[in-house]
């Protein structure tokens, strides 16, 4: 509990007053399934920097397609660091996501240090903008996955990683995988 007041304090003392609640509803839940000791290695400055680095991943998505991206965060860049490769993705919620996506990352010769992996009723714009978390019964519900592998320094094998992520979580690319 005092690890997730740590990070609501930095969240808040990042955002604009104006969408200050928004963001923090949603770093609430994205951590709230996570076992505490997963995150008592961690500092709570890199903590809300992976909570507010998938937010703003998410702010943007086409309706029916994932996000996925794989990089290694740093101070200078994001404002938050990681010994290890990150993996964000935002993508419809469905069944054996996690499962998949663990074990490309295996495949890639990625270890998985840490899994984060809310599902979350979200609420978008028509035009795939985020707008926060959702009240609606009918609310679609998305899942964002965070996860840390061994660190990847080959920016092609970065690359390699994200586009068979796509390919293993995007039902238009399993169609034409089957084509």
Known sequence: LQRQRQIAALVASRI????R???????????????P?????RLPADLSGVALSHWNFARRREPGHPR???FNP????????????IVEIVNDNMPFL???VAMEANRHGGVLHLVIHPILPIE????GTLKGLSTDASA?????????????????ALGALAADLVRDVDPVQHLLDWE
């Open 16 to 19: 604009a007053p104006v969408v």
């Open 21 to 35: 609640p928004t963001v923090q509803a949603f770093v609430a839940r994205y951590y709230e399934q996570v076992d």
């Open 37 to 41: 000791e997963d995150l008592q290695e």
């Open 68 to 70: 996925v991206r794989a």
């Open 74 to 85: 740093t101070l200078e860049e994001h404002g938050w660091q990681s010994k290890h490769t």
């Open 98 to 100: 996690v499962d998949s």
């Open 124 to 127: 978008r714009a028509p035009d």
């Open 140 to 156: 679609k519900f998305e899942s964002f996955i965070h996860l840390e592998v061994d660190r990847i320094t080959d920016t092609a």
